[in-house]
């Protein structure tokens, strides 16, 4: 499978519109975060939150960008340059 199409895989079916999805300033945290490598313990560790709570926030995360998985949900960020550095 090439990359393009791997990528792809990762990525629901159905799109969303083409405008940025609106995410909360913890959401972008958090993204953060795991674009830096950091492990759901890790982010919450450095949050001060449950684990629960952080793995609550990647799902939410997940449907506002259509996603399948963090991966992809942060590939989708840079791309909407909700994420401009890591």
Known sequence: MKQDESYKSLIL???HAPCTPKI??????????????MTTAEIARTLHRAESTINF???NL????????RHA?????????ILTHI
């Open 24 to 37: 909360t300033v913890r959401e972008q945290q958090i993204l953060q975060l795991c674009a830096k490598g």
């Open 73 to 81: 949900t942060v590939l989708k960020a840079l791309k909407f340059g």
């Open 13 to 15: 079916d159905n799109e």
């Open 62 to 69: 997940r449907a506002k960008f259509g996603t399948r998985c």
């Open 57 to 59: 926030h990647f799902f």
